[in-house]
T-cell receptor, first 114, second 113 residues
Framework: AQSVTQLGSHVSVSEGALVLLRCNYS??????LFWYVQYPNQGLQLLLK??????LVKGINGFEAEFKKSETSFHLTKPSAHMSDAAEYFC????????????FGQGTELSVKP | KAGVTQTPRYLIKTRGQQVTLSCSPI?????VSWYQQTPGQGLQFLFE???????NKGNFPGRFSGRQFSNSRSEMNVSTLELGDSALYLC????????????FGPGTRLLVL
């Protein structure tokens, strides 16, 4: 069965520092992986998506993620944090043979200190 | 292209009542999925509809039901509301659902008193 684990429910960084949000997945088939961001009182916005075309995926707002099959990881990074990056981030895996079903990690709340 | 819309945005109900939430997908999208988001359980999949048929269902009691209309708009219904049903309900749409990006609406926040 597919599952997603996000390490760290809360991460705090200083403005300008590296952002690293961790995501590990479990999947019996090649996964489709996603990172979404949620701002307060809003829905989820797609940051980036892994579809097996390239292991390093670039997304919006300067975020990128690297798919590492050997480590079953899909960590999200951004070289320099901005105050506007403060939000909750969710990693998700698509259950390929079950249509439109996403399995989400528990989320990581990112705080950015000035 | 307009995004996914959900109505109403906020709702207050009392225990025992029922509620219906509505979701209009992006034009051309035929798959609509529903999720429940709570602080304790996180984001959990409720069900997915494609071409007016429920294609997948999560682990929720039968009080949670849904349907999809021929124009792909979807509704979900919760009967006999419980306090634990208080949550943000999100719907998402995609073209066919399989391994595609799901685009989320802003959600309906339901408070059960």
């Amino acid at each position: 069965a597919q599952s997603v684990t996000q390490l760290g429910s809360h991460v705090s960084v200083s403005e300008g520092a590296l952002v690293l949000l961790r995501c590990n997945y479990s999947s019996s088939v090649p996964p489709y992986l996603f990172w979404y961001v949620q701002y307060p009182n809003q829905g989820l916005q797609l940051l980036l998506k892994y579809t097996s075309a390239a292991t390093l995926v670039k997304g919006i707002n300067g975020f990128e993620a690297e798919f590492k099959k050997s480590e079953t990881s899909f960590h999200l990074t951004k070289p320099s944090a901005h105050m506007s990056d403060a939000a909750e981030y969710f990693c998700a895996v698509s259950v390929g043979n079950q249509g439109g079903k996403l399995i989400f990690g528990q989320g990581t709340e990112l705080s950015v200190k000035p | 292209k307009a995004g996914v819309t959900q109505t109403p945005r906020y709702l207050i109900k009392t225990r025992g009542q029922q509620v219906t939430l509505s979701c209009s997908p992006i034009s051309g999208h035929r798959s609509v999925s529903w999720y429940q988001q709570t602080p304790g359980q996180g984001l959990q999949f409720l069900f997915e509809y494609f071409s007016e048929t429920q294609r997948n269902k999560g682990n929720f009691p039968g009080r949670f039901s849904g349907r999809q209309f021929s124009n792909s708009r979807s509704e979900m219904n919760v009967s006999t509301l419980e306090l634990g049903d208080s949550a943000l309900y999100l719907c998402a749409s995609s073209l066919t659902g399989y391994e595609e990006t799901q685009y989320f609406g802003p959600g309906t926040r339901l408070l059960v008193l």
